[in-house]
């Protein structure tokens, strides 16, 4: 949604050729055209209400709204555990490890078993120490790792990381589809 005006498209360049550098202007990806319709017929608003989730923790990062990087951890009602605004000094690849990272220390107090996430790079590669270091900057390296051992920490208790998709996510904060 723009400026009062409302559409779908089929792909994210279009979208983004319509949105870029626009002030304010939402947007979301969705698997079926009539849940975009009923997204834009309610306003376009991000507050999306998710049923039938699995219970766990969701963790996802977001680029929009002109203040960089944020990033979100709730459960499968959206309740928010944490909601962090990173900067824009940071990539939302940065903060989905950021996130996940942030979600595994919080399954591990709470004794929680479930974590799912959207970003494939951070739960199949990043999470699991797997990263290219060449041109990858220092501080997402470190965090990796340190992500990697509370990942192993968790695993070992019987907790299990889960990718799901973007439009399932109850922590998906909008900005990134």
């Not at 990806?29 to 507050?47: H, I």
């Not at 950021?98 to 979600?103: F, H, I, R, T």
Request: glycine content about 10%; hydrophobic content about 35%; proline content about 2%.
């Amino acid at each position: 949604m723009v400026a009062g005006k409302s559409g779908i498209t089929d792909s994210w360049p279009e979208c983004q050729k319509i949105v870029s550098g626009v002030p304010g202007a939402r947007f979301k990806g969705f698997a079926k055209k009539d849940e975009a319709e009923k997204w834009l017929d309610a306003g376009a608003d991000y507050k999306v209400k998710h049923i039938d989730l699995e219970p766990g923790i969701y963790f996802d990062a977001g680029t929009g709204a002109g203040n960089g990087v944020e990033i979100r951890v709730c459960d499968e009602k959206e309740k928010d555990y944490l909601k962090e605004l990173l900067g824009k000094e940071v990539t939302n690849n940065f903060g989905e490890l950021m996130a996940c990272k942030k979600a595994i220390e919080f399954a591990l107090e709470n004794k929680v078993k479930k974590i799912f996430g959207d970003s494939k790079l951070v739960i199949d590669y990043w999470s699991k120490g797997f990263i290219k270091k060449e041109n990858i900057a220092e501080d997402t390296v470190r965090l990796s790792e340190e992500t990697k051992k509370l990942r192993y920490k968790f695993e070992k208790s019987g907790g299990a990381i889960t990718l799901i998709s973007g439009d399932d996510n109850p922590a998906d904060l909008g900005f990134h589809k």
